[in-house]
């Protein structure tokens, strides 16, 4: 369980903890690990997991909105109001999401929520289920009163009405486990997928990768493994490995300001250090649109000074502080940022199907095949996006194969020192969803991960890389939805272990993103 680890877990890590002489005593450990978990005391944290029971917190918020809902529309019905829906509903949720939004928006789909709700995968602070074809996915507060934090949901593949998703068609390249080709299609038919890629491999094999679906359905393009998708957040994890391949040549420190090595824009709080920028705890704020037909210039975008509104400290998301890193890395190497991580990062790893595109690739391009990307229309048909790119390409520019972030996955050790890829690998900062960060990557503890997701208007990317290093696997799709449980499953057979439900049990989670 990832977001609250169990009981047993957390006793032999207080153990191992105070005998690599981190703690006194094992009451110092048990303490800083409860105060880790959102806790004041190791009590609390035993009250908190022993309260989830065999149902967790979301899972009861889940079931609450199916029944507080189940009349919704009716003459009678009376709607909850802001005081209710702040018992159920945290201050930031409904910040996003004004009271009167949010019900309108239950209420248009309250007659699919009527019935049983369908737990499919669960912790004590997140759960996933199915509503009469929906994939609902809810987090809460890691403390009481444990209200909803996300609430994200998504049709599954019985409610696309385009056929041609029904029985995609498939491809393969290399090794491929049997088992994984066919949980492609599978995955891609059910839960309503244009196209699926999927990649894995162990510490010193070939990458393997398989495709099912459509790369264009307005040009019956069937999808192949040498298409490449946009890879969103997961080239955060691509930066920082580039800003960590710079700290070992010795060009920069990461706990100096960031504002040393910038000079074209700068940071509002001077105080900003690379290492805040790399675990999303620098306070910098993001603009309003990520993405453009082409790749704009950054002031453009910022203007001189790069706002840091936000409180420092604390994790939150931002690709605007990514897009300093672009610049810093850029300043550091004499190069444009594209040309550099591409010398300290791409070109190393044998990444050759990946680049840094200025604008959304060609179609018909044979070396560098792009998909094309989709959102679901209300009437439940696939509806292709404009062509864009993300404004900032060193928070959402690359676009790759699944195999290629394999490759990346798997090797990016090799261009750093061990001291490096241990920072790298270990929790800095705690996300709101239980999830720790690391640079340029979110860190699952109980279940030995690594790993980075990212999502975008009509895509969507998911890499997860054992601790050791011995295996890593990445899933791709060209619609948004929530890809980790597909790439845990594809993992968890990759590693030999039992494959969990498709639509997840959690263990794989390693989320970097708002809900």
Known sequence: MPDQASLRYLKLEAKRRRAAGEFPTLHDAQRAIAREHGHLSWAALRDAIGAAGNEGHAAAQLRWIAARFDGAGEPAWPAPGEDELREHFSGEFLAAIPPDR??????????????????????????????????????????????????RQSLLGERISDPRTAEPPTSADGPVPGALRAQAADAAARLGLAGLALAGAAAGDEAWAAAAGWASL??????????????????????????????????????????TYLTGVRLADGAVTIRDLLTHTAGVIDPAGLSAPAVPDLESVTGPVIACTGKRGPFGPSHAGYAALGEVIAERTGLTYQEAVTRLVLRPLDMGHSRFPATRPADGDAGYPPVTEYVVTAGEGFTPLDAAVCVFPAAGGLWATA????????????????????????????????????????????????????????????????????????????????????????FTRLRGGPAGAETGDGRGKTSTRSE
């Open 102 to 151: 949010l019900v309108a928006m239950i209420t248009g789909v309250a007659a699919e929520l009527r019935g049983d709700v369908v737990i499919t995968g669960q912790t004590p602070f997140t759960a996933q289920a199915q509503f009469a074809g929906r994939l609902v996915r809810a987090v809460t507060e890691t403390r009481p009163p444990y209200r909803l934090t996300g609430l």
């Open 218 to 259: 307005e040009r019956a393009e069937p999808l192949r493994t040498s298409h490449v998708f946009p890879a969103y957040q997961v080239t955060m994890a691509v930066t920082a490995v580039a800003v960590l391949c710079l700290a070992a040549s010795g060009r920069l420190r990461l706990d100096d300001r960031a504002n």
């Open 403 to 490: 195999a290629d972030l394999v490759r990346f996955g798997l090797g990016w050790p090799s261009l750093l020192p061990r001291t490096l890829t241990a920072q790298a690998g270990r929790p800095h900062a705690r996300q709101p969803n239980g999830i720790h960060v690391g640079l340029g990557w979110a860190v699952n503890e109980p279940a030995r991960l690594i790993g980075i997701v990212g999502e975008g208007p009509g895509s969507a990317a998911s890499l997860l890389v054992s601790a050791d290093g011995s295996h890593a696997c990445a899933a791709m799709a060209n619609r948004q939805i929530l890809l980790e449980p597909i790439a845990w499953q594809a």
